[in-house]
């Protein structure tokens, strides 16, 4: 549930993105970059989905991969790893 999902993430960054940037497909630089905030340098994230560092939901994934409404848990959230260790929450509304 929705509930359990933000107990367990308790204390995770989260950032908060309007649900019609998913109304196309979108590429994973441009939303965790511009769209969200999550990352600053799109040459650092780049790095990191070069070298299989970035998760979407628990999945490793591609720069190439686009991200769509699909990928949404409860129809709201995308659950981002950055590393092992490092998450951070999208919030769509």
């Not at 990928?71 to 981002?80: Q, T």
């Given at each position: 549930t929705e509930e359990e999902f933000l107990m367990v993430f308790e204390g995770v960054d989260q950032y908060n993105v309007p649900k019609?940037?998913?109304?196309?497909?979108?590429?994973?630089?441009?939303?965790?970059?511009?769209?969200?905030?999550?990352?600053?340098?799109k040459s650092e994230l780049r790095r990191l989905f070069k070298s299989n560092a970035i998760s979407l939901n628990k999945k490793k994934w591609s720069v190439d991969q686009l991200v769509t409404k699909d990928?949404?848990?409860?129809?709201?959230?995308?659950?981002?790893?950055?590393g092992k260790?490092?998450?951070i929450i999208l919030c769509f509304e």
């Open positions: 019609s940037a998913l109304d196309q497909p979108v590429d994973p630089i441009n939303l965790l970059t511009d769209l969200s905030g999550a990352f600053d340098s990928n949404l848990l409860n129809n709201k959230y995308i659950l981002i790893q950055k260790k490092h998450y």
